[in-house]
């Protein structure tokens, strides 16, 4: 048995971070279409055997990739929140900084690749759901007012816009747009 090939055996841990990394970077350059089993495997050094193990088939793979990509986004939200000395509208500010800027969901990320699948992918718009109401529910006593509720909604529909108009770079009108949400967040009704 090969060294490499025994040594990922006893890290399970590190095989699943590469498929995911690699999978997340597949869908970066070449969209979700792109993500193929002989693909992400052959780029992660692994069988589709080992790809498998992990991954019982392609949508649990894009589920996984999607699972982890929320986790991150989570963590960097829960950083956000951590450091803003403003408790009221304090996830919604996170949020929208994430979808502008974040480094696991802003509009340069693998998210961008995975986004518009969630409209039509059952599995991964379950998943996003579940995650968007237990953040609300999470912050209902500082986010549950309905001007920040159109806040996430104008951040959600920039970052769709971005997306869907094949942008490359966050532009000054982008920036504005962005100012001005954030700004709407320390506005009460």
Known sequence: MPASAYTRAKQPEQVRRALLDHAAAIAMDHGVSGITVQAVAAAAGVTKGGLFHHF?????????LFADLLGRVDAEIDAA???DPKPRGSFTRA???AVFTGKAFGFATPWAAL??????????RRLWNDWMKARLKRHRTTDAAPELHVVR???????????????????ADLRAVHDRLIAQTYRRG
């Open 153 to 171: 909604l104008a951040a959600d529909g920039a970052w769709l816009s971005y997306i869907t108009t094949g942008q490359t770079r966050m532009g």
């Open 56 to 64: 019982g088939s392609k949508q649990a793979l894009i589920e996984g």
């Open 115 to 124: 986004s518009m699948v969630v409209v039509t992918d059952p599995s991964l």
């Open 95 to 97: 949020y929208v900084n």
């Open 81 to 83: 929140i951590e450091t």
